[in-house]
């Protein structure tokens, strides 16, 4: 990206980007342990300095153990989080698209109201929910399924104010007008007209809808109770608890491992998906 | 927290101004927000709902069932030494920790911003990246991290001969999980500064800089006025953020079982309450006391915010 912000052109600073170097360390030094600690043996994991390659490479032994070991439950867990990120994070980009667009292009009566009740709501601490949650979904027989961890997911109250701001912009009233009197009906011109221009605002949202709930941990923590329907969070640390209490068979080099493959797809996303984010991000602020 | 992006784009657009726009006055736009509300209210509102409910009731050990009890759980949940503690920890940890983290992802941002910086977008995108990496494996790798089996604190104290760098003891578990926090959350709040900061039209910088205003003076009197909604909405988010601590101690609890107790923080006293305890009816109550006392906190904040912008 260009800086384009100050007229001066001020010279670049080598302090600045010292300073600045350091604090990067800071950020990437625990990255780091966690790659180097993935060619590890767990002997050398526990034996061999933490920030250096240790005897023996066993990068790709512990990738194969991870994704084999307790008849490949790993992958399963992976395909878990998947589904709770594409059905969850994929319905709450929808729900808050259409909500957004809806709040932003109709006047209708209630709308205030909305707006009051979702600003109450926010202030709620989402964990202060869980508890509750987890007994209403008792009572209604839904723990211990998927919907216990897909419909909580469902709802995100700022990523309906991010599309909600996005659309007041990107979306000109007068497109609408026009798509009406060619006789399109609302929905459709939703679907036709609307979702294009909402789409750097919509993959913001799905990204940080994803992200949530990707790391989901508390949740499915005390709604899943059966290992064949963790999440990757839940999953490895159950694992990494293995390495404590009676009889413990640490294995440490397969909670690393898995932690890598578990940071990885998110890493991935929101490189590739840098220029769409990014001006989602600075949307509301396009002059 | 990911949604304060959201939000600072409300507070960004309300300062910007409305721009004309045109609005259709008719009831389809119930079509589109209905599916919203409809999931809104059985994931945000019938659990709030539950939760009062519950709250007011109490289990007979006895005879079982349970019995209304009106507001005694809440007079027991204001005179609990626990609940008490575990406040008083958070408290200490939101105060502590939210400016250390603010203070830095502004100065990140505003470092980023200056175009006084090599290679900018690199800084930026690499120190936002803690952000994608999920709090639990975020926990996990420090946690490896803290310990003296293997871990760097190990290698540390190997280096120096000493055995003075315990992470995960009593006196430095709170600083070691607020680390952990810091190192999640920087990038995150950072990328909200640097975007408010996107925002400041060309002309005020030309205009600042005709005034003779140097670099600092340009961040004191263009830069800071700019960013402070988004700084308003980003203690908001840390504040509730701190209330609810809980993946963390509550995962480095395995670790060092002695120095975690299950009433760390509230909502790991609230979790322990209702799981290990079976005390739904009194977990909730914590849960609500807890939510009320954040949202107090959070208005006050963003009245106080609102108010010195004036």
């Not at chain 1, 809806?102 to 209630?110: E, R, S, V």
């Amino acid at each position: 990206m260009s800086t384009v912000t100050s007229p001066l052109r001020p010279k670049r600073s080598k302090l600045l980007t010292g300073v600045m170097v350091l604090y990067l360390l800071y950020t990437i030094v625990p990255l780091a342990w966690l790659l180097l600690s993935t060619t590890k043996t767990q002997d050398d994991l526990l034996s061999t300095p933490g920030l250096w390659f240790g005897k023996s490479f066993a990068f790709f032994t512990n990738i194969k153990d991870t994704l084999t070991y307790n008849d490949g439950i790993f992958l399963r867990w992976l395909g878990n989080t998947v589904l709770y990120v594409v059905v969850g994070a994929g319905g709450a980009t929808l729900l808050a698209t259409a909500a957004g667009y809806g709040l932003a292009k109709y006047k209708f009566t209630g709308r205030r109201a909305v707006f009051a009740v979702l600003l109450g709501a926010v202030a709620v601490p989402g964990t202060a929910l869980a508890v509750p949650t987890f007994l209403m979904f008792s009572n209604l027989g839904l723990t211990n399924t998927v919907w216990a961890i897909i419909i909580p997911s469902l709802v995100s109250p700022f990523g309906l104010y991010l599309m909600w701001v996005y659309a007041t912009d990107a979306v000109p009233g007068e497109l609408l007008e026009a798509a009406r009197i060619d006789g399109a009906g609302e929905v459709r011109t939703f679907f036709t007209v609307a979702l294009r221009l909402l789409a750097p605002g919509i993959v913001t949202t799905l990204l940080f809808a994803m992200v949530s709930t990707w790391n989901n941990y508390f949740l499915p923590l005390i709604m899943l109770s059966k290992p064949n329907l963790y999440p990757l969070t839940v999953g490895l640390t159950q694992w990494s608890n293995q390495a404590t209490g009676v009889g413990a068979r640490p294995i440490y080099n397969l909670v690393v491992t898995g932690s890598l493959l578990t940071i990885v797809p998110l890493v991935v996303a929101f490189l590739l998906l840098q220029r769409f984010w990014q001006s989602g991000l600075s949307a509301g602020s396009v002059k | 927290m990911a949604e304060s992006v959201a939000q600072q784009q409300l507070a960004r657009a309300g300062a910007t101004g409305k721009r004309r726009r045109r609005v259709f006055k008719d009831g389809k736009g119930w079509l589109f927000v209905g599916p919203f509300l409809a999931v809104f209210a059985v994931t945000f509102l019938a659990p709030i709902g539950y939760a009062i409910y519950l709250s007011l009731y109490r289990n007979q050990a006895f005879f079982g069932g349970t019995v209304f009890v009106g507001l005694d759980n809440y007079t027991q949940a204001l005179q609990d030494p626990k609940f008490w503690e575990a406040f008083g920890r958070v408290a200490v940890f939101l105060v502590v920790q939210v400016p250390i983290m603010l203070v830095l992802a502004l100065l990140a941002a505003l470092a980023i911003d200056s175009a006084r910086l090599h290679a900018a977008g690199f800084f930026r995108i690499v120190i936002f990246l803690p952000y994608a990496v999920p709090g639990v494996v975020a926990v996990l790798m420090w946690g490896y991290i803290y310990g003296d089996n293997f871990g760097l604190a190990a290698n540390l104290n190997d280096l120096l001969g000493t055995t003075a760098i315990q992470p995960l003891s009593g006196t430095w578990m709170l600083p070691s999980i607020a680390n952990i926090v810091t190192w999640e959350f920087v990038g995150y709040n950072m990328l909200i500064f640097y975007s408010a900061l996107r925002t400041v039209p060309g002309e005020l910088y030309e205009a600042a800089a005709i005034d003779g205003a140097g670099t600092f003076r340009t961040i004191l009197a263009v830069k800071l006025p700019a960013l402070r909604g988004a700084i308003v909405i980003a203690t908001i988010f840390s504040i509730i953020g701190s209330f609810q601590l809980f993946n963390e101690p509550n995962i480095l609890r395995t670790l060092a079982p002695n120095v975690i107790t299950t009433y760390y923080t509230p909502n790991m006293y609230a979790y322990n309450l209702s799981f290990a305890g079976q005390q739904f009816n009194y977990s909730a109550t914590v849960a609500i006391v807890m939510g009320i006392i954040t949202a107090i906190i959070a208005y006050v904040v963003q009245l106080r915010g609102s108010r010195e912008s004036l």
